[in-house]
């Protein structure tokens, strides 16, 4: 039996750990929470939450609005990473369900770094009744430390499966928007009765309609998003990160992102007046498909997953120190869209 003083130790250990290391802001999918993406996280980084909270009490938006419940994950993810890159390089990361609010982000970011940017996103925050007031505060605490300057911009932008396109959502989540009672499924049930994963059957709900919503919109808005995040001049890392088994939507993904990164090459050397060195310039947009995995890459192939994000903010694949201790004691894996 390890003693009680040796057990204190580790724990103050990996509470030493977490507070150190290249911060990853990581929203998780849905019906699932940041904890099960431990494995995954490299030597010398540490994973920052950004889970799911209900939205504002008898509060109610149109899905795909600003203000719906993508929108307001999208706001607290902002007010993360606007914290962490005062502090320091940071990155941010989602899979699944939190791609939307990822890409909204990346949209938040671009805005800010123009004038009068910071005005217009708290304006439009302040107006948002769905948006929690403790959310806004920190909202509005994390502009402000920003000063009169732009925000800094993320080490990497890592999107694992994150929802895309209407083939990443339909028709599940049409069907799960559309539900006012959870499907009898025993992996269901246990998701929203473990108060540690902050879940209920109306969050489910309302993120699966701002999905449909957002996914299936035309012209495609994350798609949108991903380009003008291209276009910045800063040329930020983004990469795109999807498992073998995943076939079928792959075979539509991929080529949509693909198409992005070269209109964005293409008009770069348009305005240049000569052909870019494809030697010496930074990758605007890296794709990843893992073998030996599927939707879930954090359960199927950790190792994988741990190596394309060390590569992507300059890490050691070796997992990080507080992996072992957290997991052994976080709740199974909970499954995820």
């Not at 993904?253 to 050397?269: D, H, M």
Request: aromatic share 6%; charged share 20%; with cysteine.
């Amino acid at each position: 039996q390890v003693p009680v003083c040796s057990q204190r130790a580790a724990h103050r250990t990996a509470r030493m750990v977490l507070l150190t290391g290249l911060p990853i802001a990581f929203v998780p999918g849905i019906l699932s929470v940041t904890r099960n993406w431990l494995p995954t996280i490299p030597q010398g980084c540490r994973l920052v939450p950004v889970d799911y909270r209900p939205m504002a009490v008898g509060q109610e938006a149109v899905a795909g609005d600003f203000d719906d419940f993508v929108g307001v994950v999208a706001l607290r993810l902002l007010a993360v990473v606007l914290q962490l890159g005062v502090e320091g390089p940071w990155a941010m990361g989602a899979h699944s369900a939190g791609g939307p609010p990822l890409y909204q982000c990346l949209d938040f970011l671009a805005q800010l770094q123009a004038p009068g940017g910071a005005e217009a996103i708290l304006a439009a925050a302040a107006e948002a009744p769905t948006l929690p007031p403790e959310d806004l505060a920190a909202l509005r605490a994390a502009i402000g430390a920003l000063g009169a300057g732009a925000p800094r911009l993320p080490e990497a932008v890592l999107s694992f499966e994150g929802s895309l396109l209407a083939v990443d959502v339909l028709q599940w989540a049409q069907d799960w928007a559309e539900t006012s009672e959870p499907p009898a499924e025993d992996w269901l049930r246990e998701v929203l009765e473990d108060p540690n994963a902050n879940w209920t059957w109306d969050m489910a709900r309302k993120c699966s309609g701002s999905l449909v919503a957002r996914c299936a919109s035309s012209p495609p808005r994350h798609l949108a998003s991903i380009s003008r995040w291209l276009r910045l001049p800063e040329r930020p890392n983004f990469i795109y990160v999807a498992g073998e088994w995943s076939e079928k939507r792959n075979k539509e993904v991929f080529p949509a992102l693909r198409a992005l990164a070269a209109a964005a090459s293409a008009e770069e050397e348009a305005g240049a007046g000569e052909p870019s060195d494809a030697t010496s310039a930074p990758l605007r947009l890296r794709i990843e498909e893992v073998p030996g995995s599927g939707h879930n890459l954090h359960r199927e192939a950790p190792d994988a997953v741990r190596a394309i994000i060390a590569s992507a903010v300059g890490a050691e694949s070796a997992p990080s120190a507080d992996t072992n201790f957290l997991a052994s004691r976080a709740p199974r894996a909970l499954f995820s869209i």
